[in-house]
């Protein structure tokens, strides 16, 4: 019988946030079409979205379960 670990998915789309989550804070702020305050948006976004692909892919898996 197979374990249930062994038929879950293992990509959990992080790796996809991460590459997001940078090019958003590469890109956004150099558009001189954006207006100042949406910059520090995009900086917290990125921030945001990054942090989160980097949770997903790379701290969800070794956190130790109880």
Do not use: C, T
């Not at 670990?5 to 590469?26: D, T």
């Not at 305050?37 to 956190?63: C, D, H, T």
């Amino acid at each position: 019988m197979v374990h249930a670990e062994h038929n879950r998915s293992k990509n959990s789309g992080g790796f996809a946030l991460i590459i997001f989550g940078a090019l958003l804070l590469f890109l956004a702020p150099q558009e001189p079409v954006i207006d100042a305050g949406l910059n520090v948006v995009a900086w917290i976004g990125g921030l945001l979205i990054g942090g989160i692909g980097f949770y997903l892919k790379f701290v969800r898996g070794r956190v130790k379960r109880a």
